[in-house]
């Protein structure tokens, strides 16, 4: 039986030839990978030359190309068009892929040539040769290898049980996410919710064979306009409840349990290899370095954004006792009564707000800023392959007439995809060993519609994800381990936070902001509203976020659930001491806190805020000589976009901004000075 993951890939670009691959293509393929890097890593220990940085760091670089082929293919399927086949595939080889590279990366033969190449050449070596040697020698040593055999072989355990708790984890968030559809019929039900919302409903309904009908579900883009503007308290009530109570019912999908092991296991791994909690295990690696200093960020913002809240909730309270309520503002309540506040203080309508922004408009804005910053083009392809009639793809071409890469959206949800927004890469740049090409996603789930039209957080959630492609698409990193979006996690959020200054500035509006009927651009009336909204309801949404970050970094500290205590009573703990208002939820509970259980942002959610620091600073940069000045953006091509993780990310700030970042630009952009 042919197998396409394990043959030459004859498609445009060497992408996967996605309409003949199988789940049942996947569990050869990995077994042939785990043996192909297997030989490679014991040709590396074998070789008879003394090590040096050629044939032992760069072979290691070089190895397992065949792996990460087929890992990021069932990776990119499993999070985007999913089915219960690749799920099971997932939960088999989540465990296997963290034994694999565990066992490479606790290995003695090979960490003892490592080893011999950082102590001889660490000092005389320069550039992305130099990094790429202390991010390989600091990978094995925070994998354990310097540790005696059995720690070694304790935390190459705990490795492997975690990555399967993890993959459980998200994939409990996922069936009970789908479990979940709140369904309605009559005219009373659907009270308040505008036609866009309604229409993208009786399209969920439809897509579950539900026709005539309207569905609501706990995406995001679903459950948001809802509490926006249903004006049934008790069926806003009912989807909050579902959307805060995600798994946590007591059912198969229920990730309390789950939830304290992860962060148990952590701990105790965090000790064996010398770190007091998990949380400076973590952040020993990332900008910020210690869980003091992100602590006392979060601080610093807390204060102010709490003491918003309170005022905005004030505002909320007096309006439902100014309509005659005799009810105390709920969380279910907030979004409803945020939008009717929004809607008297600045006579905005945001259902007027969306019809100037179809999708493809709104991307060709994005397109066109990124024409004017860095003078390249996206140019559609329709012959590349592809996974789902969704997506789409483009060829992007630099200045010159270079092929740069290749860019996909896959925008609309789904049942078949994970909630939220993201961009990933199923081939990063590089030139060692030949000269790959990016191959770039952006992945969200907006509501789909004729057309689809997006309101503002999905317009500035469009331009942070193209944000990170363009970080992969520009990335000019020799080796692929340090390419693109290969940054420390406190990092990452750069060049993708920086992009949303960009939607919404009114010579940029004007470009890309047109009525979805007439083709009129956005009115400056328009414009002006909106920009008068942009620290509206930041109280809230600042405090959602902090509560988040408090909580992961609570979970990663050094003092674990005492016993008898319950998932439910460490986080109301844990948000009573920072004084969280009843009326607003962390943006994410424990139990399907995705990001940190099941995620790469473990003891790193607070990464958001600490690049807004970053991005709001750095675009003070463009402010000051004009937001398409091309020398600035010349400047952070080259320093930020072009050198991935090839250099200390604060020394690559520096080079751009010239000094370190002001905290100040971000509470002023979030009106929190």
């Not at 192909?36 to 760091?57: G, K, L, R, S």
């Not at 996410?177 to 709140?182: I, V």
């Not at 902090?546 to 998932?567: C, E, F, Q, R």
């Not at 993780?645 to 002001?662: I, K, N």
Request: with cysteine.
């Amino acid at each position: 039986m042919s197998n396409p993951l394990l043959e030459h890939w004859d498609t445009p670009h060497n992408i996967p030839p996605f309409e003949v691959i199988e789940p049942g293509h996947f569990p050869p393929a990995f077994e042939r990978a785990f043996a192909e890097q297997n030989a490679e890593i014991q040709a590396i220990i074998a070789n008879p030359t003394p090590p040096d940085f050629e044939n032992t760091i760069e072979a290691l670089e070089a190895s397992g190309q065949m792996l990460e082929r087929v890992s990021v293919t069932c990776n990119l399927l499993i999070a985007a068009h999913s089915n219960d086949e690749l799920l099971t595939i997932q939960k088999r080889f989540s465990p296997e892929l963290s034994r694999h590279f565990a066992r490479i990366f606790t290995n003695p033969a090979l960490f003892e040539r490592v080893d011999a190449v950082y102590q001889a050449s660490l000092s005389s070596l320069a550039g992305e040769p130099r990094q790429l040697l202390l991010e390989t020698w600091n990978r094995f040593i925070r994998a354990g290898a310097s540790l005696d055999e059995a720690a070694r072989a304790e935390v190459v355990a705990l490795d492997e049980e975690l990555a399967s708790l993890q993959t459980a984890f998200g994939q409990n968030i996922l069936k009970d996410a789908n479990a979940f559809e709140l369904t309605l019929e009559s005219t009373e039900e659907l009270a308040g919710l505008p036609a866009s919302v309604r229409e993208s409903a009786a399209s969920e309904a439809e897509r579950r064979g539900k026709p005539g009908k309207y569905v609501f579900t706990i995406s995001r883009s679903s459950i948001t306009p809802f509490l926006q503007y249903s004006t049934r308290r008790d069926l806003r009530e009912v989807i909050w409840r579902a959307y805060t109570g995600c798994a946590d019912n007591g059912n198969d999908f229920d990730n309390n349990e789950t939830v304290a092991k992860v962060a148990t296991l952590r701990l105790k791994r965090a000790r064996l290899l010398g770190y007091d909690s998990h949380a400076a295990y973590v952040l020993d690696d990332r900008m910020a370095g210690t869980p003091e200093a992100v602590t006392g960020l979060l601080d610093q913002v807390w204060a102010p954004a709490r003491q918003k809240a309170i005022e905005e909730r004030r505002d909320m309270q007096d309006r439902i006792q100014a309509e005659g309520g005799n009810f105390k503002l709920a969380p279910w309540d907030w979004w409803y009564y945020t939008e009717k506040v929004r809607a008297e203080r600045f006579s905005l309508d945001p259902e007027a707000v969306k019809a100037y922004f179809p999708m493809e408009r709104v991307r060709q804005g994005a397109f066109d800023v990124a024409g004017k910053l860095y003078g390249i083009s996206f140019q559609p392809s329709n012959n590349l392959p592809k996974y789902h009639e969704d997506v789409e793809a483009f060829e992007v071409i630099d200045n010159d007439g270079s092929l740069i890469g290749i860019f996909y959206t896959d925008y609309f949800m789904r049942p078949s995809k994970r909630s939220g927004a993201w961009m990933n890469s199923i081939r990063k740049h590089s030139t060692h060993g030949g000269h790959d090409y990016p191959v770039v996603f952006n992945t969200c789930n907006f509501p789909k519609g004729d057309p689809a039209l997006l309101g503002m957080d999905e317009v500035r959630t469009l331009f942070h994800e193209f944000g990170h492609g363009l970080h992969g698409l520009l990335s000019k990193a020799k080796y692929r381990s340090l390419s693109g979006t290969s940054v420390k996690r406190d990092f990452v959020e750069l060049p993708s936070q920086i992009m949303e200054h960009w939607a919404v500035e009114p010579e940029v509006l004007k470009t890309y902001a047109r009525h979805y009927k007439t083709g009129e651009p956005i009115p400056d009336e328009l414009i002006e509203k909106l920009l008068a909204t942009q620290t509206f309801n930041q109280g809230f949404a600042t405090t959602e976020y902090l509560a988040a970050s408090y909580l992961d970094m609570k979970w990663h500290g050094n003092k674990m659930i005492s016993d008898g205590s319950t998932v439910a009573e460490f986080e109301s703990k844990t948000l009573q001491g920072i004084q969280l208002m009843d009326e607003i939820a962390p943006r994410y509970r424990s139990t399907y806190f995705q990001h940190i259980f099941s995620g790469g942002y473990s003891a790193g959610y607070y990464s958001y805020i600490w690049a807004e620091v970053l991005d709001a600073d750095a675009y003070e940069a463009f402010r000051e000589k004009g937001i398409f000045d091309q020398e600035t953006a010349k400047s952070f091509r080259e320093n930020i976009l072009e050198r991935g993780g090839t250099a200390d990310p604060m020394s690559l700030y520096q080079a751009f901004r010239g000094r370190e970042p002001d905290v100040n630009p971000l509470l002023k952009g979030r009106g929190l000075t």
